[in-house]
């Protein structure tokens, strides 16, 4: 595998050398986006691997009304839901149904994900609070440790400047849908503010898929000088939603899509977040000897469900996580020997406890604690001109202890895991590299996969303590190239080898590991600005980007070997066509290719795929100085399909997704 990678690495060399004076020759200048996915904060051209940002005039021109549906729009994620947005799963690189410990999700470098199994809630972070998102396709196991295995997405929230202004929207939509949000931000001196709050009503396409919340997001920034600057990051979330259930075959014939054979099934959850950073540069003006930067983290979260299930009285859980996190590290990014150097180091701190109680016919009294630690460094040096290595190692340990009270369980684990990764990076001209890279993986446990609470489909309640930690290797090529700074392309290739991945054994009904897995695959994109290469007087903007997805994931030895992983997709395309005209009308028009997939559960490949489908989304806006009115069509060919299906022996089950929809709106500025 090495071998083909790397020839593979040459060929693009050979190929990006002879551009390479072109690309010189036309000294184009690229426009300066500084991200943060290397906890260093870097110009986008500078970075190595398969990166996207996701900027703020593309969160405008999309149709998307959450971050799910925005980064479904996104090269190789792949988003799934079990009934509404509120339970969306995001998907990098065919992990399937473990993909929620798989991808890491931040919010301004916060921890979105759980210590469970939960997938991270993107519902509480509302799409017209985000400034940026910036995406990580690959590993970070050494930079943000547990669960960055797949990818890491990181999500900036705005950021107040200049005088007080403000922004109220409100919008309605299909299914009784309305959302009304209000927005506040400015700065004074030294100081910046924003406060955003969103209240949303959905109730759902299906039956029983409302969903009703409520957010509050804070930003804070204080900037006494150069050397010293602080933020606070605050916000809180609350929402009730239904349990909309799975459907059969037969279920849909009879009932078809919108029905719910669950209709008493519910849940509601809390959750509050604060997180307290610092910079500092305490070196003289004329010294530099990097910066420190510091952040406290604080989280309580409450989750309560109910499940009917024919049960004379209903199956309750209610699960709280409470997480006390410190972050610190420290920063050199400077020209050593005239030549560039990019290093971080740092210690992260977590100490999370986590009940679960049970009521109703649940006889749950758990409570699982857990604390990380992880001490990591990566560096990146110009070894020659335009030539990059780079090499980073962490230590990881997490020390778990168990208390089930209603078995008189007492017990304790402390897994750990050394890391590390290392690459080459060659910039043939700005904006435009190729790269190797090889990364060391692993993943830590979620609580409740140590521990089982379902009587669902044959399984026993109780500790399962048998089970190994995960563990893998990537290895990845890519290349960049920007032609004159109207087109950008990107091939990445790449390869992952995981023991040990912990799943659930529809057969035995428990959690296991599986032997070994493989996933191997590319990824392809292009972004052309169009009105650069056409002058079309009404047009003052216009862009094609297009993006395809191949990945194989498959089982290696054991009962299974050479099956696919369920709920990926072999293949994914999708294309986004966006204008601008007559100065105040924008159009964007978007369509997703989700290719066939196994259903969840089937690991031996012997039920039919789910069938593939296509979708085409249009969004048409009109902003003036002050006001903004917009409109958009999902779904226009009125697909009928289920981004989620399991199977439970030869019977499959699906959760639709919703049919053609629409949503009007308006935004005014004060």
Avoid at 345 to 366: A, F, H, K, M, R
Wanted: proline fraction near 4%; aromatic fraction near 12%.
């Amino acid at each position: 595998m090495n071998k083909r990678l790397l020839g593979l690495l040459l060929c693009f060399c050979v190929a990006a050398s002879g551009n390479a004076k072109a690309q010189n020759a036309a000294e184009t200048e690229l426009d300066p986006i500084v991200i943060s996915t290397s906890r260093i904060a870097h110009h986008d051209y500078k970075l190595t691997g398969n990166i996207t940002v996701i900027q703020g005039e593309d969160i405008t021109a999309s149709t998307a009304q959450n971050i799910p549906e925005l980064l479904n729009e996104t090269l190789a994620i792949h988003v799934t839901d079990t009934g509404t947005s509120k339970t969306s799963t995001l998907d990098i690189r065919g992990f399937g149904d473990t993909a929620a410990r798989n991808i890491l999700v931040l919010v301004n470098d916060r921890i979105l994900n759980t210590v469970d199994i939960s997938p991270p809630d993107l519902m509480q972070i509302p799409l017209s609070s985000v400034e940026r998102i910036e995406i990580i396709r690959g590993a970070g196991s050494v930079l943000y440790g547990d669960r960055a295995v797949g990818g890491v997405i990181n999500i900036i929230t705005k950021k107040g400047k200049g005088n007080l202004s403000g922004k109220f929207g409100s919008s309605i939509g299909s299914y009784d849908k309305r959302e009304t949000d209000i927005e506040l931000s400015g700065s004074k001196g030294d100081f910046a503010y924003f406060l955003y709050s969103l209240y949303k009503d959905d109730r759902g396409y299906r039956q029983n898929s409302d969903v009703l919340s409520k957010s509050f997001n804070t930003r804070l920034d204080y900037e006494l000088s150069n050397k010293f600057a602080a933020d606070i990051d605050l916000s809180h979330h609350e929402d009730s939603y239904g349990l909309p259930g799975y459907l059969t075959g037969p279920n849909l014939s009879a009932l078809g899509p919108r029905a719910s054979t669950f209709p008493n099934d519910f849940a509601r959850s809390k959750d509050d977040n604060l997180k307290l950073g610092f910079n500092i540069t305490p070196w003289p003006e004329n010294l530099y000897l990097g910066s420190l930067g510091v952040n406290l983290y604080y989280r309580d979260r409450n989750i309560f469900d109910s499940f009917d299930f024919g049960m004379s009285l209903p199956y309750k859980t209610n699960r709280s996580t409470r997480t006390k996190g410190l972050g610190t590290k420290y920063i050199f990014d400077h020209e050593v020997f005239n030549k560039e150097l990019h290093f971080v180091t740092g210690v992260d701190l977590y100490d999370t406890e986590n009940d679960i109680i049970g009521s109703g016919s649940n006889p749950d009294d758990v409570t699982i604690s857990r604390t990380d630690v992880g001490l990591f460094g990566q560096a990146e040096y110009e070894a020659l001109d335009n030539i990059f290595v780079n090499a980073g190692l962490r230590y990881a340990r997490a020390d778990y202890a168990f208390s089930q009270r209603n078995s008189a369980v007492d017990e304790k684990r402390d897994p750990d895991a050394l890391v590390y990764n290392g690459g080459l990076k060659y910039e043939y001209a700005k904006g435009s590299n190729v790269y190797f890279s090889i990364q060391r993986t692993f993943r830590f446990l979620a609580t409740d996969e140590w521990y089982s609470s379902s009587t669902f489909f044959g399984a026993t309640p109780g500790l399962n303590l048998n089970l190994d930690q995960q563990k893998g290797i990537q290895y990845e090529a890519g290349l960049k190239h920007n032609l004159n700074n109207i087109t950008t392309l990107s091939l990445t290739p790449y390869w992952i080898e995981n023991r040990n991945e912990i799943y659930f054994d529809p057969s035995a009904s428990v959690n296991s590991n599986y032997k070994k897995t493989t996933r191997y695959g590319v990824e392809v994109g292009q972004e052309t600005d169009i009105a650069k290469l056409m002058n079309i007087a009404l047009l003052d903007k216009l862009s094609l980007s297009t993006s395809y997805t191949f990945q194989r994931p498959f089982f290696s030895g054991g009962a299974n070997d050479g099956k696919i992983i369920p709920l990926v997709p072999r293949q994914q395309f999708t294309t986004t066509l966006a204008a601008q005209f007559w100065d105040h009308y924008n159009v964007s028009l978007i369509t997703t290719y989700v290719g066939a997939q196994f259903a969840v559960n089937d690991v031996t490949n012997i039920v039919p795929k789910v069938e593939p489908y296509i979708t085409l989304d249009e969004k048409i806006s009109y902003q003036r100085e002050n006001w903004e009115i917009f409109g958009s069509i999902n779904n226009i060919f009125n697909q009928r399909y289920s981004p989620y299906v399991f199977s439970y022996g030869t019977a499959q089950y699906f959760y639709p997704a919703p049919g053609r929809n629409f949503i009007f709106g308006t935004k005014i500025k004060f």
